[in-house]
């Protein structure tokens, strides 16, 4: 599998605190199926990652995996905030994308109706592809799904995330998560791991549940061909 949203450098944000932390998660990663992760640390108020930090850490963490033989392959991306998806200047946007491409935007649970237009507005003449990150967890979107579909009928993209199809952060969550599944609005599915005890990998528990009710099919594109597709394959 691989791995679309993931706290795994250790010292940017809520993730991993050192970088035996992130080896650990690294270990822990590989042990559920996941063989290539995309790093996505917070780019937000809280967390003001600069993005050659992100670099740097990507970096030492590869040499780290090298060293320890953890098989493991990981990319750099960011999870943008939703503040600064509408305000950063577009330049510092456009050195997080993924593949020069994809950028992972934080939805939140008082993300406003209007804020998925408008980010697919903003970035439109750059070029960029928003990829929604856990928009289940959105008020606005547990009332109104179809705007998704929406802004997937624009390019968008949208991922769900593995605590919500486990229950993690509640019964409706998970019902939106679902719903969403059912309607063919989501695209990828990842971890949202932030480290081995708390907020934990979970993937595969949540994938084998999606193969259950959706089919092998269905999961291989959410975390094998279309997040290959989002790495340049």
Not at 156 to 184: E, K
Request: aromatic letters at 4%.
């Amino acid at each position: 599998m691989i791995d679309t949203h993931c706290h795994l450098l250790y010292g940017l944000d809520d993730g991993p605190g050192s970088m035996d932390d992130s080896l650990a998660l690294a270990r822990r990663l590989l042990e559920d199926g996941v063989s290539r992760v995309l790093c996505t640390p917070h780019y937000s108020r809280a967390f003001p990652t600069r993005h050659a930090d992100a670099v740097g850490r990507l970096t030492a963490l590869r040499e780290a995996l090298a060293e320890a033989s953890v098989g493991l392959r990981i990319e750099l991306g960011a999870e943008i905030a939703p503040s600064l998806a509408v305000s950063a200047p577009l330049e510092e946007l456009e050195t997080r994308a993924v593949a020069g491409r994809y950028l992972v935007v934080e939805v939140i649970p008082d993300t406003p109706v209007g804020f998925f237009a408008a980010v697919a507005d903003r970035l439109a003449p750059t070029g960029l592809v928003p990829i929604f990150a856990h928009p289940e967890r959105c008020r606005a979107v547990q009332r109104h799904p179809t705007l998704l579909e929406s802004v997937r009928d624009r390019g968008a993209l949208v991922q769900v995330v593995a605590p919500s199809l486990i229950r993690r952060w509640g019964r409706g969550v998970a019902s939106a998560a679902w719903g969403l599944l059912g309607a063919g609005w989501v695209d990828l599915i990842g971890s949202d791991a932030h480290g081995v005890r708390r907020r934990g990998v979970h993937l595969r528990e949540a994938v084998e549940l999606v193969e259950k009710r959706f089919g092998a099919d269905v999961v291989r594109d959410l975390v094998r061909r279309n997040p290959a597709r989002v790495l340049g394959a």
